[in-house]
Nanobody, 114 residues
């Protein structure tokens, strides 16, 4: 059974940083590309980043490029999202999703506020 569990969210001040984690199980993590997606209050889903199975190929939404960094540790079956220079508009529930977005985690809340 595929399971994706996000963690690391919380309340942070504008300009602050957070690192999200996504622990994967139930599938061969190292062979799947992975994704980060977020949903801001009252808005639809917004794709943020995709990383290939080996971790060397990463693409980003333009608005987070240079502030967010996606990485993975295939030995630990874990996906990461380092988020820097956070702004109030980054407030959202952040999800990881596997491969072609078939499996999703439950999400972790990130709130950026002073």
């Amino acid at each position: 059974q595929v399971q994706l569990v996000e963690s690391g969210g919380g309340l942070v001040q504008p300009g602050g940083s957070l690192r999200l984690s996504c622990a994967a199980s139930g599938f061969t993590f190292s062979t799947y590309p992975m994704n980060w997606v977020r949903q801001a209050p009252g808005k639809g889903l917004e794709w943020l980043s995709s990383i290939n199975s080996g971790g060397r190929g990463v693409t980003y939404l333009n608005s987070v490029k240079g502030r967010f960094t996606s990485s993975r540790d295939n030995a630990k079956n874990t996906l990461y999202l380092q988020m820097n220079s956070l702004q109030p508009e980054d407030t959202a529930v952040y999800y990881c999703a596997s491969g072609m977005m078939v499996d999703w985690g439950q999400g972790t809340q990130v709130t950026v506020s002073s």
